[in-house]
């Protein structure tokens, strides 16, 4: 420091010192910021986890924050919706005063609307959706579980949705997944005696849980 005639602490007294601020009144916190699009159920999607914004929303692109305690949702840099962070995935974070008006009469989308297309598939599809709405504590929540079944039937044929959707519920499988994964693994195509059939006889040169008795 000779070659600048002054201390370190000579330095800081002058440069320093009158640049610090205070520290902020909370501590500083990391955050994620994505873009969403609101759902038909006014749910956006954060983390495999579906969280509720005001019913006017719906379909408009918005801006979520998160961070390890908060989720918050923003349109055009105003805050619409906090949540605490729930990382469940497939699960709904659902506020009561996001939903439609009740006294609504008629709404673009309602359970009834989604029961009446899953019959055209066939009685089993308009059984896995309206037991995916009953499932649900608001039916709303199960409007994209069903969208995604309105989907399986156009990739698959409504043939195939319904066969899948009857091996679903005889195994209790109410969930979009369920039968989604019976159409992709082709086990709506398996006759029912075969999987009703059973596991095949072990050799005979194995031994049986018996033999350890």
């Not at 692109?61 to 995935?89: C, M, S, W």
């Not at 598939?121 to 059984?127: I, L, M, N, R």
């Amino acid at each position: 420091m000779e070659h600048l005639g002054k201390s370190r602490r000579e330095l800081y007294e002058e440069l320093d010192r009158p640049a610090l601020r205070e520290l902020p009144p909370v501590p500083f916190e990391m955050a994620e910021w994505t873009r969403a699009r609101v759902n038909i159920d006014y749910h956006v999607s954060f983390g495999k986890h579906y969280y509720s914004v005001p019913y006017r929303y719906l379909r408009k692109e918005v801006e979520v924050r998160a961070t390890a305690r908060t989720v918050e949702v923003f349109y055009k840099g105003e805050r619409i919706a906090a949540h605490l962070r729930n990382d469940k995935p497939y699960d709904y974070t659902t506020l009561d005063e996001h939903r439609p008006e009740a006294h609504r009469a008629v709404l673009e989308w309602n359970p009834e609307r989604f029961i009446r297309w899953a019959e055209r598939a066939g009685p089993f599809t308009a059984e896995m959706v309206r037991r995916i709405m009953e499932s649900r504590p608001h039916p709303e929540q199960g409007y994209r579980a069903s969208l995604g079944l309105m989907r399986l039937g156009a990739r698959y044929g409504n043939e195939r949705l319904e066969a899948a959707c009857e091996r679903a519920l005889a195994f209790d499988l109410v969930s979009y997944r369920g039968v989604r994964n019976i159409l992709e693994a082709g086990m709506d195509r398996v006759k029912k005696e075969d999987s009703a059939r059973g596991p095949e006889k072990p050799h005979g040169n194995l031994r049986g849980p018996g033999y350890y008795s």
